[in-house]
């Protein structure tokens, strides 16, 4: 080996060693520098470095949105979700049962009398109430030939308006209450019966009458009970609902609201 190359030899190691040492020293310093830090100045430095840059984790149980990197190539990335709870097994719906009518009072009840309703003439200027009850099939609809059979037996007569009436024992002239056909216009076609047929019945009564609010609404409701049990019908509320004992006491609460306004409206007639 020459002299020449031997020298070059030297200086390549020579300055190898030279960086060897300078990269060891600037990180021996970088350590010392860091290790006097608090968490909080390490934390920050380490930031600003890009060392805790956070990373995005894949979801399998939330909406997913994707992000195109490159043409060509797209990464589907999934927003995590709390986990939806599985749902309850069906049940199957019971089939509902026909209609039942459940036991009805019919006692008036504080039967005082409304101290107008014997003189009509000045019904136009009181309080007026309607009250009434209807009566559907269960099945089918009624034929006429049974609602005429049915509106005998409960003392209802065919009258004005094509319609069914009970008369008062005392004012034969004057209605208790009436019963027309549940469909429009209401009335029936007493000429020709035979072949008429309705899915339902109205019974219904206009306060102040011929006598006590509470005292007509109760026969009214012996009279629709009685053809009810003569067609197979139920009977229902102003509502369309099976008319229960609940129901039947809202009424006579209204109608002893309506006496109410009854006697403050004679009062202040009076004064």
């Known amino acids: 080996m020459d002299a020449d190359r031997l020298r070059l030899i030297l200086l390549l190691a020579g300055m190898a060693l030279v960086a060897v040492i300078y990269f060891w020293d600037r990180y021996q310093r970088s350590r010392r520098r860091l290790k006097g830090l608090s968490l909080r100045k390490a934390r920050k430095i380490r ?11 894949p979801s399998f149980s939330a909406t997913d949105r994707e992000i195109v990197t ?25 089939k509902p049962e026909p209609a039942v009518q459940p036991e009805l009072d019919f006692g008036a009840e504080a039967a005082e009398e409304d101290l107008p309703h014997v003189e009509p003439v000045y019904h136009e200027d009181l309080p007026q109430l309607v009250v009434q009850i209807g009566l559907v099939k269960r099945e089918g609809k009624f034929t006429g030939p049974e609602i005429l059979e049915a509106m005998e037996q409960a003392g209802l007569k065919p009258g004005a308006m094509q319609i069914f009436h009970r008369h008062d024992s005392r004012h034969p002239e004057r209605t208790l209450f009436s019963v027309a056909n549940m469909l429009e216009p209401g009335h029936f076609p007493f000429d020709d019966m035979d072949s008429f047929t309705t899915p339902g019945l109205l019974f219904f009564a206009q306060l102040p009458g011929v006598r006590d609010g509470l005292e007509i609404y109760s026969e009214m409701l012996f009279a629709a009970n009685q053809v009810a049990e003569a067609l197979g019908g139920v009977l229902q509320d102003e509502n369309r609902a099976l008319l229960t004992r609940q129901s039947i006491q809202h009424t006579r609460d209204l109608i002893a609201e309506h006496r109410r306004q009854l006697r403050l409206a004679q009062k202040a007639r009076r004064a």
């Open 47 to 57: 930031k600003e470095l890009g060392l805790d840059q956070p990373e995005e984790v």
């Open 70 to 94: 490159e043409p060509g190539v797209s990464i589907r990335l999934v927003k995590k979700e709390s986990r939806e709870p599985e749902p309850e097994p069906e049940i199957p719906a019971a």
